[in-house]
């Protein structure tokens, strides 16, 4: 089989898709999570003294929500979910503190992705995700988090490779470029995301099952032949990549079944207490007749749409 190189992605645009692929694969194992500590959780029973699997995956769930609610991109999202896993298996975290470590990583995530207008403030997320910790807890977590990460906290994700290897592909195709859908693709890897077991994958060897399974189901025998080029070029063996494209597809089985929550596909729908409304930031919640554009281009959707509330007496529920 030929090797991906420049002769196959021609011109300036070619070459540099090539380099920028090298070094994602250099970079990648330097932020992944600890494997060590992963096996750590994946071992530790359901207990309310220890941090098991179920504990980390709500987390990401609601990671997930606040990340829809705040109209966050997926960037954002796959970030914060590498932030915390990175800390969680450096660290023994007690179940009490998950909840402001998890705030924290989505600030922390925001911060690097988001543009300024779109970064919420820690007291919003704070009462959105209702932690029950001060904005004084958040900044010393933050703290405690960025200092055992060694202050590297923007890393090379499967979102990256995803991004990557989906503009390679189309580089290589003639076929039609809608034909391959990267919003569903990334709803995809964000679902595999709220599962622990696929932090202990190679970032490129996630992303090239997601994009492997698609490209199946599309039937298309040029897109599977270029990614065959990228799966040699990135040194991916075959037991590996067997190995994880049959957890990524029973991950997306259960994510396509009618049991399977996906707030991506419906209206999100948040209950407050009365208490909590009353201190929400008044774009959270209502729209106002003629919304103010801000300067610089830079326009919220959600303050231009609206959010759907229900208003009870009891505590916030995600779904």
């Known amino acids: ?92 975290v007690k179940p009490k503190h998950l909840s402001c470590i998890g705030v924290c990583s989505f600030l922390l995530a925001a911060r690097i992705v988001e543009e300024d207008c779109n970064i919420p403030s820690t007291h919003d997320v704070i009462r959105i995700s209702q932690c029950k910790c001060t904005a004084s807890d958040i900044k010393r977590m933050e703290k405690i988090i960025s200092e055992k990460l060694h202050y590297e906290l923007e890393a090379t994700t499967a979102l990256n490779f995803l991004h990557l290897y989906h503009t390679i592909i189309l580089c290589h195709t003639s076929e039609r470029k809608e034909i391959l859908s990267l919003d569903k693709l990334e709803a995809q890897l964000k679902a595999c995301n709220c599962r622990l077991v696929f932090s202990k994958a190679k970032p490129s060897v996630l992303a090239l099952c997601l994009l492997n399974l698609e490209v199946e189901t599309l039937k298309s025998v040029e897109l599977l032949e270029v990614l ?16 994880w494209r049959e957890l990524v597809s029973k991950c997306l089985a259960e994510y396509s079944s009618p049991e399977c929550c996906k707030p991506d596909l419906k209206k999100l729908v948040w209950i407050v207490s009365r208490r909590t409304a009353q201190n ?15 300067e610089g281009g830079c326009f919220d959707e959600s303050e231009r749409k609206g959010w759907l509330w229900t208003y009870g007496e009891e505590k916030t529920e995600y779904f």
């Not at 929400?280 to 801000?294: A, D, F, G, M």
Request: proline share 5%.
């Open 1 to 92: 089989m030929k090797d991906l190189g420049a002769e196959h992605l021609a011109g300036r645009e070619g070459v540099q898709l090539l380099g920028l692929l090298n070094l994602y694969l250099e970079q990648e194992e330097r932020f992944q999570p600890r494997e060590k500590g992963l096996s750590l959780i994946e071992a530790t029973p359901e207990n309310d003294n220890t941090l098991c699997p179920g504990l980390r995956n709500a987390k990401v769930e609601d990671l997930r929500s606040l990340a829809n609610f705040f109209g966050s991109c997926t960037e954002t999202f796959v970030l914060a979910v590498n932030i915390l896993d990175r800390f969680l298996a450096l660290m023994k």
């Open 280 to 294: 929400l930031h008044n774009s959270y919640y209502s729209v106002p007749e003629l919304p103010t554009i801000p």
């Open 228 to 243: 065959l080029l990228v799966k040699k070029h990135s040194k991916i063996n075959d037991a590996e990549f067997f190995y």
